[in-house]
């Protein structure tokens, strides 16, 4: 009954490569996040979405396209892979509204390498 | 420029003693988050902080927020082995619960029998 999962745990591909993540939530929140970890641990917003609308969108390389099909799934497609895209993402989401409280749900992570 | 600063960046402590991680921030913010990040794990919500003066514990921590100085600290006390991890400020900017975090740079803390 995992809140936030991310597949796959691991990808490790070659450069040039695209490959897609996936993220699902069974929180019923209707706000999802894409962060990117990089190797000193810092962690940056990439992108949200808010009732499959995008709400933000930082200045991430165009090669990077998230989507979300409805509110429960955000994923993030990655075009042309470079050396610089190795990081874990992190895929997250919270429920909106003035009053609401609640942090942000962390899914487990995508280790992305390239070689 | 939106800033997160956490102080130390790396903390080794022996058991039983106490320690305090500081987080300041550049910019006006209604949240303040700390998250606990276990190696090669996720990020784990510790507390949510939403008012100026507002204390919240949990076990041997403790977290606590200044919004005029712009300071949160997450105070430590009688550290034990499993307290071990990097934990993370983050703010929020953005309107009813969708902004986005801007995070500190983390804080690893070590704990040593």
């Known amino acids: 009954d995992t809140a936030v999962s991310q597949t796959p745990k691991y990808l490790v591909t070659q450069m040039g490569n695209d490959k897609s993540i996936k993220c699902e939530q069974n929180?019923?929140?209707?706000?999802m996040y894409w962060y990117k970890q990089d190797s000193k641990k810092f962690l940056k917003i990439m992108f949200s979405y808010n009732n499959k609308e995008l709400i933000i969108n930082e200045t991430v390389p165009n090669r990077f396209s998230p989507k979300s099909p409805d509110k429960a799934h955000l994923n993030l497609h990655i075009n042309s892979l470079e050396l610089g895209d190795s990081a874990v993402y992190f895929c997250?989401?919270?429920?909106?509204?003035?009053?609401?409280?609640?942090?942000?749900?962390f899914g487990d992570g995508t280790r992305l390498s390239i070689l | 420029e939106l800033k997160v600063e956490q102080n130390p960046l790396f903390l080794s402590m022996q058991e039983g003693k106490n320690y305090t991680i500081y987080c300041n921030y550049s910019?006006?913010?209604?949240?303040l988050y700390w998250y606990r990040q276990d190696p090669g794990k996720s990020l784990e919500s510790l507390f949510v902080l939403l008012s100026n003066g507002a204390v919240k514990q949990e076990g041997r921590l403790m977290a606590s927020l200044d919004t005029k100085a712009r300071l949160s600290t997450l105070h430590i006390t009688a550290a034990v082995h499993d307290l071990s991890a990097t934990y993370f400020c983050?703010?929020?900017?953005?309107?009813?619960?969708?902004?986005?975090?801007?995070f500190g740079q983390g804080t690893t803390l070590q704990v040593k029998p």
């Open positions: 997250a989401s919270s429920q909106s509204g003035f009053y609401s409280n609640q942090p942000q749900h």
């Open positions: 910019t006006t913010s209604d949240r």
């Open positions: 983050a703010i929020s900017k953005g309107s009813s619960n969708t902004g986005k975090l801007i």
């Open positions: 929180l019923g929140h209707d706000t």
